[in-house]
């Protein structure tokens, strides 16, 4: 896929990803306000409802009082007697009051007199519950097989009571709230009314009413409404996802037309350049920071390939002199042997070709490998086991390294053996913002020349191994610096290498 495709790509990804964020935050924002208002709206309903439904109740309260407060019913109470029923308790008093129970029971509990009907006006069983004294006394509503029936139970007194008065009982009544008042009740609302029901629907404004029963109970009423928020609701979000696609729109094309100008056409320039460009090579692009930032680092890398390539020309050449006089080594031991037959010679032909393969782990070493953590104690240790001459370990460290650091030791140590005649070796490791290891030995050591160009490229006296200079690598790679202090002593500094 090309550039300009990519970018493309990218465009329309982001603005895409923005347009959903941005489509969500208003949804969440104008639900949020819709939430709001709604709760008001529904509030205001719940508020209407409740005045209707305790007015309705109070009339009732207000229909129980007045008979139970009047001379006939106190009488009626004490001297049951049919002209009380004959006059008042027949059908057309019940339909008219809209009384759809009633029930007299005396000071002893005992019912006088009850009747009950239901919605129709068909004639029934008492229910038991109104017998319950809970009721007594009391004013509020009951839920009866799904229907809501007001209750009002009040004592039975004389109408003009004394504070010698005594109640004969109490006289209930009930009133099934009937179609016609749920009819009227939400004509007035504008808004139905349900018992016990749960609703969601976001178009609809929904309030719950939580209200207590005669017995303490909670009897949810649900009143449900056309919400007017809800069509500007859809109408705002509508909008304002029509517009963010505009405004997204115009600001991705204006996007993609600096981008192309300023930063595709330049990695076009770039990628051109990269195909063609040869070690050393340079390329010089003026454009945004970034495209500066990112022409100077392929400058540097390219300047690091060169280098890398000087590196691995010098491992080679240096690589290719050692091997070259470690198989003249192995050829003359090998020609020796088949004149003398002389074993030893074996032994030390395998000996250079030991060495011929360390070489070649050196150089992999300097090429590619992962630092990791090492105890500069516990490599040396192992050093010393390659060679018999006393070596004195002081301090111990812990730095980054790799199995190169193996091959430093190796090499120095082999160094002052070979050239310098050593006997004895002392390497101190000293632990503090850095590390320092000095390394001295009491052979003949350096000579002024070889002080000035031990680390140089390729210089050894009298053929080193691998050479200091590789040393000095491998130090270098382990953020360390290496000097030569006098004939007998070398220092290496690991510099911000070790480990707390």
Known sequence: MKTREKVLLIAISISLILLLTLTFIVIAIEKSSLESFSMKYAKEKSDAFQKIFYSELKSLEILCIDWAFWDDTYEFIENRNERYIASNLVERTFIDAKINMILFINKNGEVVFSKFYDRNWNEKELPEIFLYPEILGKTGFLKLDGEIILLSSKPILPSSPSDFSESRGYLTMGRILSDDWSYDVSEVLNAEVFIDAKHQNSEKSIAEIALKDIFGRDTIFVIE???PYYPEYVRNILLSFFSFIAIILAFSASMIFLLDREVVSKISKLEKFIRSAKPGEKIELNG???????SNAINEFLFKITEYEERMKFLTKTLRHDILNILTAI?????VYEVEKDPEYLKKAILQIEKGVE???VEKELENSELKKVQLKEVI?????SFPIEIELKGDAELLADDGL????NNLIENSIKHGKASKVTIEIEKGENIRVLFRDNGKGFSETAMKKAFREIYTEGGSGIGLYIVKKLVEKYNGKLRVLDKNTIEIVFQGSSID
């Open 381 to 385: 240790e192992n050093v010393k086991k």
């Open 331 to 335: 050829k003359g031991f090998i020609e």
């Open 406 to 409: 193996f091959f430093v030791f």
């Open 288 to 294: 945004t920071e970034e495209i500066r930032v990112l």
């Open 225 to 227: 409404s056309e919400n």
């Open 359 to 361: 070489l070649l782990r």
